[in-house]
């Protein structure tokens, strides 16, 4: 996969992201243009459920702010702080290249996920 782009919309903000190249990146791809209904998790990420679960990818424990990820099969997940998760870790899908920051605030938010246009 030839660095495909996504956009995460929300009525916070806008980011753009690259996604990695894995299966789970691509599966990901293949579900848009998507809406999924977020919610705060400890306060470091912004994660919600995907209506299918995509394929497995490598793992890895680490996080860093702009970390889109995969925490189970269908937990789609974006971070905006730094961390680590518990192990078996999460499948990386991409990286924003934005500020994520416009997530660091409690509540719920709806995003919407599409192919960026750039």
Do not use: C
């Amino acid at each position: 996969m030839a660095q495909e782009r996504i956009t995460i919309s929300s009525d916070w903000g806008t980011v753009d992201a690259v996604l990695a190249d894995n299966e789970a990146a691509s599966g990901l791809l293949d579900l848009l243009p998507i809406t999924l209904d977020m919610r705060d998790h400890l306060r470091q990420e912004k994660t919600g459920e995907l209506p299918l679960p995509l394929p497995r990818s490598a793992r890895r424990r680490n996080f860093s702010p702009g970390t889109i990820g995969l925490w189970g099969s269908n937990d789609f997940v974006v971070y905006y702080r730094e961390g680590q998760v518990p192990r078996p870790g999460i499948v990386v899908l991409g990286h924003a290249e934005g500020d994520v920051s416009i997530f660091d605030r409690p509540g719920r938010v709806s995003i919407r996920i599409e192919r960026s246009e750039r």
